[in-house]
């Protein structure tokens, strides 16, 4: 069932003094491409500003931000509705020459994916990863989760995904790091097997099922991989799984600094950064009335006149006993147990029914429902 949501996040940065801000940056609006967007605003909290909205070379959402004037801090509020409909993560369909690994891109196809193929200079940890990385053919959705799970095991994904640049071969050699880190490391993973692959940054949405656990929202970053035929298909090394409806990116790009959230920067001063996000779940508007005031000026009009005329014919309300009973014949039959109806139940009950009516002196209405 589709489940609509206010997704509500503050950004808020704090200056010891007044400083002159650089030009910023912001991709907090949802990307093009994400699923069931029904609205978005976005309030800044510093004046005089100036925000104006393009798009970057990946078509994504851009806000240039210019503040002529120094301030005390900047403030960023940032509001998303979204109606989040059960999806299948595997309901896609590729070429038929893409459904193993591996495969080829098609010429015009790979000049195109040429930025999300590259690997710039991999260091020595990364160099010994990528050539460990199980090359053997296999069914692509196979493939691709056993490179999930190889990333997973690999480097363990703590705290919350801070954006930024990525040192890989730090993140190896600790074999912990944030979801920005171990998203990357899958990107570089999947181009290292030969399979385009992009950067995305944006926000998990968890809608709880059991009453005493809350709903939960983070700031998040995945993978996609580009697969003919399908497209960019998401994976989540942090949970090890295919990316669904609770996924709503803000921005992607070969490389994550080009997908971070705010950049841009201030004169030398001591400064404190605050960060907040939240959802909560939209309950459905009361659906409004078919009827008018003066048709239903009407309903109740006529519903007076027939009590009027039930209390004149004598006609009152009483109450009834129901009556229930099990066959002495066939105790242990389905009908008299586990079933609502049958066929002997059935001929028991025709029989039964005009005893009953002449018992209690007829004139009643017999009916068998």
Not at 156 to 183: F, H, K, M, N
Not at 247 to 259: E, K, M, Q, V
Not at 348 to 369: K, Q, T, W
């Amino acid at each position: 069932m589709t489940q609509r949501i206010a997704l509500t996040a503050r950004i808020v940065e704090r200056f010891e003094r007044r400083v002159q801000l650089s030009t910023h940056w912001l991709r907090v609006r949802p990307a093009p491409h994400a699923q069931g967007i029904e609205a978005f605003s976005l309030k800044v909290d510093a004046e005089p500003h100036f925000l104006n909205w393009l798009r970057d070379p990946y078509e994504n959402h851009l806000a240039r931000l210019d503040l002529p004037e120094p301030v005390f801090g900047l403030g960023l509020d940032l509001e998303i509705i979204a109606a989040l409909e059960p999806a299948n993560p595997f309901d896609f369909l590729t070429e038929p020459f893409a459904a193993n690994y591996p495969f080829e891109y098609p010429q015009q196809l790979r000049k195109e994916l040429v930025p999300y193929l590259r690997i710039d200079r991999p260091g020595p940890w990364l160099t010994d990863w990528l050539g460990g990385l199980d090359r053997a053919p296999k069914y692509m959705i196979e493939k691709l989760g056993d490179i999930l799970a190889a990333v997973h095991d690999r480097v363990a994904s703590v705290g919350a995904g801070r954006p930024g640049w990525v040192d890989i071969e730090a993140l190896l050699q600790r074999g912990s790091g944030s979801p920005w880190e171990t998203a990357w490391l899958l990107t570089l993973s999947l181009r290292g097997l030969g399979l385009a692959a992009r950067f995305t940054s944006g926000y998990r949405v968890w809608l709880s099922t059991l009453p005493d656990v809350p709903d939960a929202v983070n700031a998040h970053a995945w993978s996609e991989v580009f697969l003919p035929g399908a497209g960019w298909i998401g994976l989540d090394p942090a949970s090890e799984l295919f990316t669904s409806e609770g996924y709503i990116p803000l921005a992607s790009a070969p490389d994550p600094l080009r997908t971070v959230p705010v950049s841009g920067y201030h004169e030398a001063c001591g400064s404190e950064v605050t960060e907040s996000v939240v959802v909560r779940r939209l309950v459905p508007a009361p659906t409004a009335s078919t009827l008018g005031e003066a048709s239903w000026n009407q309903v109740r009009a006529l519903g007076r006149r027939v009590e009027a005329d039930l209390t004149a014919a004598g006609v009152k309300l009483t109450v009834a006993s129901g009556l229930s009973f099990v066959s002495m014949e066939y105790p242990g039959a389905p009908e008299w147990t586990t079933s609502a109806l049958g066929l002997h139940k059935r001929q028991i009950a025709e029989m039964l029914l005009p005893a009953i009516a002449r018992h209690c002196g007829g004139g009643g209405v017999m009916h068998v429902g």
